[in-house]
């Protein structure tokens, strides 16, 4: 596509009298790919790399005889933790949708909403990868109208970032066309990333699983500015400070620590601020915060300041700065060793469970252990207001699960996230039991 007038030329050509927009898409020509190749209804010929013939073997989270397996599988749309700001991560992979003709698009539209239902109470961003939508893949133009229609309120209140990668004049395009149904308040959400190095700034590029054409694609558009304007790689991580506190192994903090316990000082100050101004704020830690704020607060603790939440009476940026020293751990608190354990957690009897929690983390360093007591004691008084706050043990697992543990790749999976959600509930469940010893 040359042009966007062009692209104007054929949605003109195309309208019809009674439902203008209805066929339009059908005979859009989008930017052609060299490599196309689609998923057969067998997954075993895939016909991708075998990177995403990995990842999708490993498959769908869901069991074979659940009602959206046929598309699950596909892993078209996944959730990756949280971003920097403490907000939950949707991801929608284009090139993993197959040929119109093997997909029931109104089913994916039903399964997004499915997978959203669990998150959309709390704030989100949605990244949209659009690398791999081509003729023989792209919905038609009155399904997308439709779909956008379906999205009442309970789905665009608490979206906080639509994030378009790699956009082309046709996305730029579609939107443009779209703009008189799209609200002024949710266009200003929408924002365009052209390379995968500029998401560093919203979410961590190793947490999501992005697939092998979609970085391909990425190497194959830089390599093609010129030097002068060819984009950075993030520069290795410098030792920290003296004073750090967020990236730094709770080993180190420790050792730096006054504290008898050896509980971090942003632990302690947050956790101590939300026991006494939080407990009764309805959807703590659903949140998020002022992104400067967060970067201020931050700044503060790695040069060694005190900070003081009482002055800034601010209960949602304690919560996320909580969230985020978690998520910023060179090794999540239930540490690596644990994570296939964790991940296999479901299959254990009930009965059984209080026992193989406490033997999971008997196997924690004790500044770990110290530390999850600390933070799991402190959600029980959360659960324990949940009338009041709506931050019951399930929702508490939602959201600090993916902060708990990450695999060593620190990429997230809904067929991952969903066992470690488990088990946080399990340990918030019993965590009498667990910490009585």
Same mark, same amino acid.
């Given at each position: 596509?040359?042009?966007?007038?062009?692209?104007? *030329?054929?949605?003109?050509?195309?309208?019809?009298?009674?439902?203008?927009?209805?066929?339009?898409?059908?005979?859009?020509?989008?930017?052609?790919?060299?490599?196309?190749?689609?998923?057969?209804?067998?997954?075993?010929?895939?016909?991708? @790399?075998?990177?995403?013939?990995?990842?999708?073997?490993?498959?769908?989270?869901?069991?074979?005889?659940?009602?959206?397996?046929?598309?699950?599988?596909?892993?078209?749309?996944?959730?990756?933790?949280?971003?920097?700001?403490?907000?939950?991560?949707?991801?929608?992979?284009?090139?993993?949708?197959?040929?119109?003709?093997?997909?029931?698009?109104?089913?994916?539209?039903?399964?997004?909403?499915?997978?959203?239902?669990?998150?959309?109470?709390?704030?989100?961003?949605?990244?949209?990868?659009?690398?791999?939508?081509?003729?023989?893949?792209?919905?038609?133009?009155?399904?997308?109208?439709?779909?956008?229609?379906?999205?009442?309120?309970?789905?665009?209140? #608490?979206?906080?970032?639509?994030?378009?990668?790699?956009?082309?004049?046709?996305?730029?395009?579609?939107?443009?066309?779209?703009?008189?149904?799209?609200?002024?308040?949710?266009?200003?959400?929408?924002?365009?990333?052209?390379?995968?190095?500029?998401?560093?700034?919203? *979410?961590?590029?190793?947490?999501?699983?992005?697939?092998?054409?979609?970085?391909?694609?990425?190497?194959?558009?830089?390599?093609?500015?010129?030097?002068?304007?060819?984009?950075?790689?993030?520069?290795?991580? @410098?030792?920290?400070?003296?004073?750090?506190?967020?990236?730094?192994?709770?080993?180190?903090?420790?050792?730096?620590?006054?504290?008898?316990?050896?509980?971090?000082?942003?632990?302690?100050?947050?956790?101590?601020?939300?026991?006494?101004?939080?407990?009764?704020?309805?959807?703590?830690?659903?949140?998020?915060?002022? *992104?400067?704020?967060?970067?201020?607060?931050?700044?503060?603790?790695? @040069?060694?300041?005190?900070?003081?939440?009482?002055?800034?009476?601010?209960?949602?940026?304690?919560?996320?700065?909580?969230?985020?020293?978690?998520?910023?751990?060179?090794?999540?608190?239930?540490?690596?060793?644990?994570?296939?354990?964790?991940?296999?957690?479901? #299959?254990?009897?009930?009965?059984?469970?209080? *026992?193989?929690?406490?033997?999971?983390?008997?196997?924690?360093?004790?500044?770990?252990?110290?530390?999850?007591?600390?933070?799991?004691?402190?959600?029980?008084?959360? @659960?324990?207001?949940?009338?009041?706050?709506?931050?019951?043990?399930?929702?508490?697992?939602?959201?600090?699960?993916?902060?708990?543990?990450?695999?060593?790749?620190?990429?997230?999976?809904?067929?991952?996230?969903?066992?470690?959600? #488990?088990?946080?509930?399990?340990?918030?469940?019993?965590?009498?039991?667990?910490?009585?010893?």
């Amino acid at each position: 596509m040359s042009s966007a007038s062009e692209i104007l *030329v054929d949605f003109q050509d195309d309208l019809v009298a009674d439902d203008a927009p209805s066929n339009a898409l059908d005979h859009l020509k989008l930017s052609p790919m060299e490599d196309r190749q689609w998923p057969a209804d067998n997954l075993a010929s895939i016909g991708k @790399s075998e990177t995403d013939i990995k990842q999708l073997g490993q498959g769908s989270h869901l069991a074979w005889d659940d009602p959206y397996y046929d598309i699950a599988r596909h892993q078209i749309v996944e959730v990756a933790g949280d971003d920097n700001f403490g907000r939950k991560v949707i991801v929608f992979n284009a090139c993993r949708m197959p040929p119109h003709h093997q997909l029931d698009h109104q089913k994916l539209l039903m399964y997004l909403k499915h997978t959203l239902d669990q998150y959309v109470e709390s704030d989100y961003t949605l990244i949209y990868f659009h690398h791999g939508l081509t003729g023989e893949n792209k919905p038609s133009l009155s399904w997308l109208r439709d779909a956008y229609r379906e999205f009442d309120r309970k789905y665009k209140k #608490n979206i906080k970032a639509l994030v378009i990668v790699h956009p082309t004049m046709f996305i730029r395009t579609l939107l443009i066309l779209f703009k008189p149904l799209i609200s002024f308040k949710f266009g200003r959400k929408i924002s365009y990333i052209n390379y995968l190095s500029e998401l560093d700034e919203l *979410v961590k590029c190793e947490q999501l699983v992005i697939p092998s054409r979609v970085r391909e694609y990425d190497d194959k558009i830089r390599q093609n500015l010129k030097p002068s304007a060819q984009v950075l790689k993030s520069p290795p991580r @410098s030792p920290p400070t003296p004073y750090q506190q967020f990236g730094v192994a709770l080993s180190v903090l420790k050792l730096r620590s006054a504290d008898p316990e050896g509980i971090p000082v942003v632990m302690r100050d947050t956790i101590e601020f939300l026991r006494t101004q939080g407990l009764e704020m309805e959807g703590i830690f659903r949140r998020s915060a002022n *992104v400067t704020l967060v970067k201020t607060v931050q700044e503060k603790y790695n @040069s060694g300041e005190e900070v003081n939440f009482g002055e800034m009476e601010d209960v949602h940026l304690a919560a996320v700065i909580l969230k985020t020293f978690l998520r910023e751990l060179p090794e999540p608190l239930l540490t690596y060793q644990l994570y296939n354990d964790i991940i296999n957690f479901q #299959n254990v009897d009930k009965d059984a469970q209080v *026992v193989t929690i406490q033997n999971l983390l008997a196997m924690l360093p004790q500044e770990n252990y110290a530390s999850l007591k600390y933070l799991i004691l402190f959600l029980a008084e959360v @659960s324990a207001q949940s009338e009041i706050n709506k931050m019951n043990n399930s929702n508490l697992a939602v959201v600090f699960g993916p902060n708990l543990l990450w695999g060593q790749d620190a990429a997230m999976t809904l067929s991952a996230i969903g066992p470690i959600n #488990n088990f946080t509930r399990s340990l918030l469940d019993n965590q009498q039991e667990v910490f009585s010893a």
